[in-house]
Antibody, heavy 120, light 111 residues
């Protein structure tokens, strides 16, 4: 079964750093893109960026460029989303999702989500 | 890149059909046949329902169908069922610089 399992909920203070993870299983991790999506409380989905673990090719939404870093460790089939200095406005649910390589542009499946709460 | 525009809500009685629109520009929806639709129940992760404008993944009921005309894509749910009550989001490829943009989301209510 193809699965993406994300790390658990986090509670952090403003200014702290954070790295959340997304582990793929049941498929060839290096042959599919992994995207990250933000959902702020009560709001819609926002596309943040995407990485191809095979060669670490990474693209960011202009809205998130410079605000987060997306990376992957193909040796352990895991993608990451990290912040160097969190803000209260980073409070949200974050989802990872798999995108097939090639001329494909959809995301399936999705991870269960990681809730990040930033509060002083 | 602005979010694609969807109606905030649509509703219908069981058995009826509802259609959700997703309006973008020639740089996203109108420029590519890469529109996908996702269903999200409260507290759950999104689920792929339609890809490449009108294709259904295995396991998705054929009550769900997609189409596109110009800069507007649409998702139609025929024979509405109680379990279809959820939020729905469209997503379009938008080119190599900003590859993807989501819609604003639509809440479907089954009356």
């Amino acid at each position: 079964e193809v699965q993406l399992v994300q790390s658990g909920a986090e509670v952090k203070k403003p200014g702290e750093s954070l790295k959340i993870s997304c582990k793929g299983s049941g498929y060839s991790f290096t042959s599919y893109w992994i995207g990250w999506v933000r959902q702020m409380p009560g709001k819609g989905l926002e596309w943040m960026g995407i990485i191809y673990p095979g060669d670490s090719d990474t693209r960011y939404s202009p809205s998130f460029q410079g605000q987060v870093t997306i990376s992957a460790d193909k040796s352990i089939s895991t993608a990451y989303l990290q912040w160097s200095s969190l803000k209260a406005s980073d409070t949200a649910m974050y989802y990872c999702a798999r995108r097939p390589s090639g001329y494909t542009n959809w995301f399936d499946p999705w991870g269960q989500g990681t809730l990040v709460t930033v509060s002083s | 890149q602005s979010a694609l525009t969807q109606p905030r809500s649509v509703s219908g009685s069981p058995g009826q059909s509802v259609t959700i629109s997703c309006t973008g520009t020639s740089s996203d929806v109108g420029g590519y046949n890469y529109v996908s639709w996702y269903q999200q129940h409260p507290g759950k992760a999104p689920k792929l329902m339609i890809y490449d404008v009108s294709k259904r993944p295995s396991g998705v009921p054929d009550r769900f169908s997609g189409s596109k005309s110009g800069n507007t894509a649409s998702l139609t749910i025929s024979g509405l069922q109680a379990e279809d009550e959820a939020d729905y989001y469209c997503c379009s490829y938008a080119g190599s610089y900003t590859p993807y943009v989501f819609g604003t989301g639509t809440k479907v209510t089954v009356l």
